[in-house]
């Protein structure tokens, strides 16, 4: 049985040219990057044509590339150092929104409890939050709004540049977690607006454990890994040098291909979408326009979204119900909660994440199966029961 894999906002596999530009650094390109021989000075080399290849990507100046690994550490260091800064001019106050992802909200939760206030911005049922009202919330202690770039679980992309001059207009540090949206959608730090950004290289075809944060020039950055004077003394450790090679290999070649993936996958994406819908009393979360061409997002009334998964896993269909840092957990997603939906309907749901890898048979299988799946849960469920009867009231 074909494995059909749809969960790549969880990870992706890597590119071979990922691969191809890993190896050497594996084998015979071994040096540490701060040793003074040769073989060091090569591999040091080898690891600021990265940084250079990264920053080129986002429209960045590679002293603002800084390599860590991966999404979670760089939004702690990013959130962090803007919150101490901030700290410095008697700013404790923080704007964010109520669906980021986890590595986000543990950080302010945590920094909550150091002191500062954070505020935590409503959703709009379309997965979408307003520069407006991001400028409404803004104070004179506000030290800095952290807003991702584009949702891992609806997949909804952020008025980012909006958000962004808001901020530059008040003197207000933009932060954004863009692990979801860089390779995959175009980023630009200086258009954008953005002063500091979290990406993850496994989000876009390179390897687990590496990624990087963008610090824009004049933003102190703080260090959080002590140690040595790595990464311009902001990261200890020494560079894992072969996954850093493979994510500027797999970045170039994602923003080199991103129009002809994009296309790909917005015609996949919006078929299964369209199929879906076709299932009574389904819905999509999160706008339809307004998404990541890879997304889709939907909740089928009177089913648990783990039975969905553990069905269509039997049938070789890799999905998720969420984020992959949370799919332990049996309470429904937070992201879902904050646009308004129900508990009963939040937990029935299901992610597919598609990458360019993905085919029209894929979505054959994958519009044969949901359906199926949902009938049969339906058809042992004493909820659906209840709810075909009339003795509880339909929400979708």
């Given at each position: 049985m074909k494995t059909i894999y749809v969960?790549?906002?969880a990870t992706t596999a890597m590119s071979d040219r990922a691969i191809a530009a890993m190896t050497p650094y594996l084998k015979e390109i071994y040096g540490n990057p701060s040793s003074l021989h040769t073989a060091g000075q090569v591999a040091k080399e080898a690891l600021e044509n990265a940084r250079a290849d990264v920053a080129l990507c986002l429209n960045a100046d590679?002293?603002?590339i800084y390599f860590t690994s991966g999404g979670s550490e760089s939004d702690n260091q990013c959130i962090r150092s803007a919150a101490l800064n901030g700290l410095k001019k008697g700013k404790k106050h923080i704007i964010t929104t109520a669906f980021e992802h986890h590595a986000v909200l543990h950080t302010l939760k945590k920094l909550e409890k150091e002191g500062f206030e954070v505020t935590y911005l409503d959703v709009h049922a379309d997965g979408l939050v307003t520069a407006k009202q991001v400028e409404e919330a803004i104070r004179p202690d506000t030290a800095l709004?952290?807003?991702m770039y584009a949702n891992n679980e609806v997949g909804t992309i952020q008025p980012v540049r909006e958000i962004g001059e808001v901020c530059k207009k008040a003197g207000v540090v933009f932060h954004t977690d863009a692990v979801q949206a860089v390779g995959h959608i175009p980023v630009d730090v200086k258009a954008d607006n953005i002063d500091m950004l979290s990406l993850s290289a496994h989000k876009f075809h390179g390897a687990k454990g590496v990624g990087a944060v963008y610090c824009r020039k004049g933003i102190p950055l703080?260090?959080?890994?002590?140690g040595g004077a790595q990464e311009r003394g902001r990261r200890a450790g020494t560079e894992?040098?072969?996954g850093i090679a493979a994510m500027a290999?797999?970045?170039?070649e994602a923003c080199e291909n991103m129009s002809a993936n994009s296309e790909k996958m917005l015609a996949l994406r919006d078929r299964i979408i369209d199929g879906l819908l076709k299932i009574p009393h389904s819905k999509l979360n999160g706008d339809k326009v307004k998404r990541l061409p890879s997304n889709v997002n939907m909740c089928f009334e009177g089913i648990e979204g783990e039975g969905l998964l553990l069905h269509l896993d039997d049938r070789g269909i890799c999905a998720s119900s969420g984020s992959a840092c949370t799919s332990g957990s049996l309470d429904p997603s937070h992201v879902?909660?904050?646009?308004g939906l129900p508990h009963e309907v939040a937990h029935g749901s299901l992610r597919i994440s598609l990458s360019e890898y993905n085919t029209d048979e894929d979505a054959d299988a994958i519009l044969k199966a949901v359906p199926e799946v949902v009938e049969y849960l339906r058809g042992i469920s004493p909820v659906w029961e209840e709810l075909e009867k009339g003795e509880r009231k339909h929400l979708i």
């Open positions: 969960d790549n906002a590679p002293r603002e709004v952290t807003v703080n260090t959080f890994v002590e894992n040098l072969a290999a797999a970045l170039k879902l909660l904050a646009l």
